[in-house]
């Protein structure tokens, strides 16, 4: 052979690599080591998942929330415009009533059915008194006082469904503002629950929603409040944590 010594041939050398090659091992999970796994991953999952499906429904409260209050808004700024007027009582919504000097605003209910030329509606309807479902509940169980969500105050009322399936409840106040019951996926819908799909906003004079920070004090904050005794605290608390839910 050329070249002489003990060489091997070029071509044993490159058989024995490919003979060590093969004599690689190879590893694979033990059913104990798979068993364990996939316990772990239940486990993280059981605590993860209830959470990110309450994250994701809270989402979806505040969107739908979103919607009927920008229904309202909307709808105000067009019947000021339509009458070229700065305050609600000024227009045709309202009519005085009472005797001076004890007067006060109340629905002019002539002119409720024209609500739909300003709300995006699909049903209108004039009442006396307020739609109240006796399982409205508060967070932490407590079932709702009637005037809570129906103060003795207001004197006449509209409910109206948007074409979302909301339904939005107006009370007129006595002044030149309106209150409004939202129930953001129906009466007839659960939870039916004070913070989680039902919620009590106030408007101004020019149709602006209204939130008092200034009335909670550090043993009166808007989350407590909202949990257990006021319906009004809900919204406040979510406008003030730039709309989010932070009360559960």
Known sequence: MRGGGNSEPLISKGYESRKSGLRKKFFAFTLAEVLITLGIIGVVAALTIPTLISNHQKKVYVTQLKKAVNTLTNGFKLMLADTGVDHLGDTNL????????????????????NLKNYFNIVHLEIMSQSIVSSTYHFISGNSVPAHQLSPAGFFNHCNMTTVDGAQIHLLASGQESIKALIDVNGYHRLPNTVGKDVFWVSFDSNGMIV?????YSNSTAPNSSCISSSAAACFDSIVMNNWEITYY
């Open 94 to 113: 309202f009519i005085t009533g009472g005797t001076p000097p004890n007067t006060y605003f109340v629905f002019n209910e002539a002119e409720l059915k």
């Open 211 to 215: 939130v008092d920070s200034t009335k």
